[in-house]
């Protein structure tokens, strides 16, 4: 029903933001909260989830993440819950690439995935997720998150990814964005 909202953070816990719009502040599950500024205004892109008990709202930082959440959730017996922490540990890309790649392996490094699960996942989803998904910001999803973990600002990371070479390991791109964010 609604695809984002923009709003102030004011609140950060364990597993949710607290996103101010217009005088209301909604609690958003969220898979990292601290990518989030507080007291700054945030793109949150949104799910909500209804059950008969009650209705939750997961956000999400990038499209690329609410759209591998909703794939996810299509898979029987995997839910919200399950997916967040999936989320929360492992990169857009990584995850994508393991469904495509069957690496069941991958997939049960993720709380709450068993064997059964994993299969599950692969056996629903294998060549059904689009291919911008898997490249994320660009191609450069891994590296987004681990600039925004060092502290960088989304606005920075992105004027210099134009620069970066996607083909390259993590841990050059990493060093190269460095170099180019500390000129």
Do not use: W
Request: glycine share 8%; charged share 30%.
């Amino acid at each position: 029903m609604y695809d984002y909202i923009k709003g102030k953070v004011t609140e950060q816990e364990s597993n949710y933001i607290v996103l101010e719009c217009c005088n209301i502040g909604y609690d958003i599950y969220v898979s990292n909260p601290f990518e989030f500024q507080k007291e700054n205004e945030e793109k949150v892109y949104l799910y909500t989830h209804r059950t008969e008990d009650e209705e939750t709202l997961y956000g999400f930082k990038r499209k690329e993440e609410k759209e591998l959440f909703l794939k996810l959730l299509s898979v029987k017996g995997v839910g919200p819950k399950t997916i967040l922490p999936m989320l929360a540990t492992g990169s857009v890309s990584g995850i994508v690439d393991a469904i495509d790649r069957e690496n069941i392996l991958y997939l049960k490094k993720f709380p709450k995935v068993g064997e059964k699960v994993a299969r599950q996942i692969i056996l629903d989803l294998k060549g059904k997720l689009a291919p911008s998904m898997e490249q994320g910001a660009g191609g450069f999803d891994e590296l987004v998150s681990v600039l925004e973990g060092l502290g960088y600002k989304t606005g920075d990371i992105k004027k210099i990814l134009p620069n970066m070479d996607g083909k390259k390991p993590i841990e050059e791109q990493v060093k190269d964005a460095l170099k180019a964010l500390l000129k």
